[in-house]
């Protein structure tokens, strides 16, 4: 049986930006997601996910947030290589993802509140079913 060894989160970017004079002072923030699913080595695999709020010509908000969050898997127990290569991306793009988006969501209110605006808070979404998602070399 395939076992998870050990896992690391890691905040890969995070970067708030105010925009001056955009009037108004309600806003309808439509998050940019995107997910990316790689191998490191044959026993080590991440998960990427990473969301833009802001900057939309059509649509301007005072700010932008870029945000980026990683989980890395290790796992062990290798049995049938292909077989095993097929439960990882399984497991990657389903438990995977669902474990990492809230902390996704933390960073981004957390840079919201420190930059001393209203929260933002992403809303609560199945992170698997995104359109943009890329699996790279598995």
Same mark, same amino acid.
């Given at each position: 049986m395939l076992n998870v060894n050990d896992y690391r989160?890691?905040?890969?970017?995070?970067s708030y930006e105010e925009i001056e004079h955009v009037e108004g002072n309600k806003f309808l923030l439509e998050?940019?997601?995107?997910?990316?699913?790689?191998?490191?080595?044959?026993?080590?695999y991440y998960i990427e996910v990473e969301v833009k709020i802001g900057n939309a010509k059509d649509k301007p908000v005072p700010f932008i947030? $870029?945000?980026?969050?990683? *989980? #890395?898997?290790?796992? =062990?127990?290798?049995?049938?290589?292909?077989? $095993?290569?097929?439960?990882? *991306? #399984?497991?990657?793009? =389903?438990?995977?993802?669902?474990t990492l988006f809230p902390y996704l969501r933390s960073v981004v209110t957390g840079i919201s509140t420190t930059a001393m605006i209203s929260p933002v808070y992403l809303p609560l979404i199945d992170i698997r079913n995104i359109s943009n998602k890329t699996i790279i070399c598995i």
């Open positions: 989160f890691v905040v890969r970017n995070l998050p940019i997601y995107k997910s990316e699913i790689g191998k490191i080595d044959e026993t080590h947030i $870029d945000a980026k969050v990683r *989980v #890395e898997y290790r796992f =062990s127990n290798f049995t049938d290589i292909k077989k $095993d290569k097929t439960t990882i *991306v #399984e497991f990657l793009q =389903s438990k995977g993802l669902l």
